[in-house]
């Protein structure tokens, strides 16, 4: 069974630019997450979808951070413009309904920057 | 808010030693309780999960939980110096998940 799959790996840009990360849940998963994981902190969630409706962006920074599920399959994440605040990884997770169910995690996008 | 506490270590234990990490949540709700382990620049994989009060064992590991102190565990029996990571405590909140800031555990040759 494929894993979650997540591109690119790394990523630096400067200030004031824009950056777009991509998943591809496992096959199946209805839930899909993305976390942002600063250097030292456990993975905070960012926007969770259930198929391709949001189920809870609370901590989404909506002014410069937007995501979509299209299809209720891939997902995107953007940032735009970034701060330097947000250098951080980037994690995409799936679970197959989002109830007493595991997270899967994908290798994460590593963002700096400068 | 809904908030997961652990002692960000690190963590010391002798190779062979029993290492504890401990959990607490905010939530009496709660109802589902996750360990990960986290390498330093990987992602998260799950190590155990578990739903009912007392103690779940999975090899080395076991996990405890007593849902009237709000209070997660993770014992790692024979630890050895491949168990060095950070282990992260995950809380199932209605359908989100909420992570602890997790615990840096060095198990020493």
Known sequence: EAGVAQSPRYKIIEKRQSVAFWCNPISGHATLYWYQQILGQGPKLLIQFQNNGVVDDSQLPKDRFSAERLKG?????????????????????????????????????????? | QKEVEQNSGPLSVPEGAIASLNCTYSDRGSQSFFWYRQYSGKSPELIMFIYSNGDKEDGRFTAQLNKASQYVSLLIRDSQPSDSATYLCAVLYGQNFVFGPGTRLSVLP
């Open chain 1, 73 to 114: 399959v891939d997902s995107t994440l953007k940032i735009q413009p970034a701060k330097l605040e947000d250098s951080a990884v980037y994690l995409c997770a799936s679970s197959l309904w989002g109830g007493n169910t595991e997270a899967f995690f994908g290798q994460g996008t590593r963002l700096t920057v400068v």
